[in-house]
């Protein structure tokens, strides 16, 4: 097995194989992004997700009502209490999607090599042969030979649930289509995709707006997933509209790059992004199947190496209807995995799905056993070369970190951080030991009141692969004495311990500021 690989450099024992995985606190170092919904909104489910490891959980405003949602978050909340398990908050906004609205939700059986008109007039009933959009500029963004889908909940592949349309021709405002399977449509609403067209809605819709301002204002939104992101302006847009919106300025944005203007734009986009999320499910209509790993794996690289949380879509759909996943799911998982993933969305698997808590479940077994064979060795080399030199200051002391973990073999790192960058940082350089990132809260005022900063960075933390957040006691400064220094690594060691992370005679290495000075150190626990 070559090395050039992201697995380990010596060939897996076939037996190893056979052994039984061993149980851990962390299920997995890659993290579990869930959407909950109609199959995961009890307390009592989510309570079951959260203990799986799910530690985001997705809110798709692309359906349903605030109100529906702000239920399921307050169930959410019981859940944290009642599991002890930290969960941030995704709202994923609607974006620039077309939407086939059907009043009378009755089932709409379309016939192969039969015709069916889109109409942007809302008014009419959508049947087999007119189907009413909500977007007015389709027959000005499409030609003769286009390709358009459309589906209950996006393009499924599957031939029964959506449709593969051809458009024929333009009259007026209407788009005249040809259809390509037989498929019946069930349900209100489904979505439209039309394959390397511009469509001119805005990335942040009035919508998504008022969305924003409202439920996610009142629910203080850890993150912001920015739909069908095109070009690096929609995530300045995006971010100047936050920083008008109280505590939101510090929601980090994730763009969901799903078509070809995303991909086209993709640098510039990582550059003004916080995180990217690639949307496979749409990006699967827009690229060739063929060039779909390859852009998986060429986006995973620069968000490694531009120490970005980069997060993968549609990975077991199988298991929204399954117990367990395809052969061919289940390796893809452990492929996003070695190929530097932070973290699995599941979108339908945990929103409508049958067995949310056993999807979780499952995936994180997955990336857990990928984990054990990713070839850490050869990702750090390939990141300081990347990195290069001179180092800042701050790059040296994370690298210098997970170098000296490795060395000694240390159960665990941990990170005395305030703004979680520091720590953000050794999870970079993808230490093959969790990341205990023990977030200092700073006192803050903006003239009216004093607030203590801490609980959003510490949440942020929980989309990172490997970091596991923790908030100290406020009244221990991040760059303060020795002796408060030593009270607060107390607390993290005994979290360690209590987690079955850190045991007697086990190496640390602990990353911290005393005074002006960044100090890395290694300390041998006694019994």
């Not at 393009?155 to 029964?160: A, D, N, Q």
């Not at 290069?388 to 240390?410: D, F």
């Not at 809260?441 to 942020?460: C, D, H, V, Y």
Request: net charge neutral; glycine share 6%.
């Amino acid at each position: 097995m070559h090395s050039s690989h992201l697995l380990l450099e010596e060939p897996i024992r076939m037996a190893s194989i056979l052994e039984p995985s061993k149980a851990s606190f962390f299920p997995a170092m890659t993290k579990i992004v869930g959407t909950l919904g109609p199959k995961s909104r009890s307390v009592e489910v989510i309570s079951g997700c959260l203990k799986a490891g799910m530690s985001v959980a997705r809110f798709d405003f692309s359906w349903h009502d605030p109100e529906y949602h702000q239920e399921t978050l307050e169930n959410l909340k019981a859940a944290v209490k009642l599991t002890k398990k930290l969960c941030a908050v995704m709202l994923d906004t609607v974006g620039a999607e077309m939407q086939v609205v059907n009043k009378s939700e009755n089932a709409i059986s379309l016939e192969a090599d039969a015709t069916v008109v889109l109409t942007p007039d809302a008014g009419q009933e959508a049947s087999s042969e007119l189907l009413p959009i909500n977007f007015d500029g389709l027959s000005k963004a499409v030609k003769k030979g286009d390709t358009i889908f459309i589906g209950q909940y996006l393009f499924t592949g599957s031939e029964t649930t959506s449709v593969w349309l051809e458009v024929s021709e333009v009259k007026g405002d209407d788009v005249v289509c040809v259809i390509k399977n037989s498929a019946t449509l069930a349900g209100s609403l489904f979505t439209l995709h039309g394959s390397q067209i511009h469509i001119g809605l805005p990335t942040l819709t009035d919508k998504d707006k008022e969305v924003i301002s409202t439920w996610g204002v009142q629910n203080k939104i850890d993150f912001l997933s920015l739909s069908y992101t095109r070009h690096a302006e929609d995530v300045r847009q995006a971010r100047e509209f936050l920083s008008k919106l109280g505590d939101l300025y510090q929601t980090q944005i994730f763009a969901k790059i799903e078509n070809i203007e995303g991909l086209n734009h993709f640098d510039e986009i990582l550059q003004e992004a916080d995180g990217i999320i690639l949307s496979r499910g749409n990006l699967g209509i827009d690229l060739p199947p063929e060039k779909v790993f390859l852009f998986q794996k060429a986006a995973l690289y620069k968000c490694n190496m531009a120490g970005k949380p980069a997060v993968v879509t549609r990975v077991v759909d199988s298991m929204t209807d399954n117990l367990r996943p395809t052969r061919a799911e289940a390796t893809d998982v452990a492929n996003a995995v070695l190929d530097g993933s932070d973290a699995i969305l599941l979108g339908a698997e945990t929103l409508r799905g049958l067995y949310p808590v056993e999807t979780i479940s499952t995936v994180g077994k997955i990336c857990s056993e990928a984990e054990k064979v990713f070839n850490q060795d050869m990702f750090f080399k390939k990141t300081v070369k990347y990195v290069g030199e001179p180092m800042t200051h701050l790059e040296s002391i994370a690298s210098s970190a997970v170098r000296a973990a490795i060395k000694v073999k240390a159960s665990v790192i941990i990170c005395f951080t305030s703004s979680g960058r520091a720590a953000r940082l050794i999870a970079k350089y993808r230490p093959t030991m969790p990341v205990l990132s023990v977030v200092i809260p700073r006192l803050k005022t903006n003239q009216l009141k004093w607030s203590f900063s801490g609980a959003f960075e510490a949440r942020q933390s929980l989309i990172v692969r490997g970091l596991f957040p923790m908030l100290a006691d406020p009244r221990h400064p991040a760059e303060s004495t020795s002796a408060s220094n030593e009270s607060v690594l107390k607390v993290a060691l005994d979290h360690g311990k209590a987690a079955g992370v850190i045991k007697s005679h086990d190496r640390v290495v602990v990353c911290q500021k005393v005074g002006d000075a960044s100090v890395v150190k290694i300390i041998e626990l006694e019994d």
